[in-house]
C-alpha cells in the first residue's frame, strides 16, 4: 500500500523555523512532482511548495517565498519543508502530496498541525 507519511509540525514562537517531513512508503518516486499544501481553520486549502523528483525544480507561493525551502532526498523517498521566520498567519494544517506524473496529487498525507504563537 502506498502511503505518505508526515512528521514533524508543533507550536512554535513567531520568527522561529520548523521542519516538516513527508516519507513515501510502498513505493519509489523517480518522476512526478510533490507538494505542500495548508489548510487554516475557515480558509480553502491552499498550496505552498513543490518540488520535482528528478530536477528538482522548485516553486512556491509567493507568500512563503524567501522563508520556506522545499528539498528532496531521492535514496530516502522524502521530501522536506523547512520553514523559517514564521508567522502567525502560517498557522495551518499542512499537508503533503504526490503526483506521479497524472498532473493531479492523487495521494495525500495524514496532514500536521503548525501552530505559531505571537
Known amino acids: 500500500q502506498v502511503q505518505l507519511v508526515q512528521s514533524g509540525g508543533g507550536l512554535v514562537q513567531a520568527g522561529g523555523s520548523l521542519r516538516l517531513s513527508c516519507a513515501a512508503s510502498?513505493?519509489?518516486?523517480?518522476?512526478?512532482?510533490m507538494g505542500w499544501f495548508r489548510q487554516a481553520p475557515g480558509k480553502e486549502r491552499e498550496f505552498v511548495a513543490s518540488?520535482?523528483?528528478?530536477?528538482?525544480?522548485?516553486y512556491y507561493a509567493d507568500s512563503v517565498k524567501g522563508r520556506f525551502t522545499i528539498s528532496r532526498d531521492n535514496a530516502k523517498n522524502t521530501v522536506y519543508l523547512q520553514m523559517n521566520s514564521l508567522k502567525p498567519e502560517d498557522t495551518a494544517v499542512y499537508y503533503c502530496?504526490?503526483?506521479?506524473?497524472?498532473?493531479?496529487?492523487?495521494?495525500w498525507g495524514q496532514g500536521t498541525q503548525v501552530t505559531v504563537s505571537s
Open positions: 502530496a504526490a503526483d506521479s506524473g497524472a498532473g493531479y496529487y492523487g495521494l
Open positions: 518540488i520535482t523528483w528528478s530536477a528538482g525544480n522548485t
Open positions: 510502498g513505493r519509489t518516486f523517480s518522476s512526478g512532482t
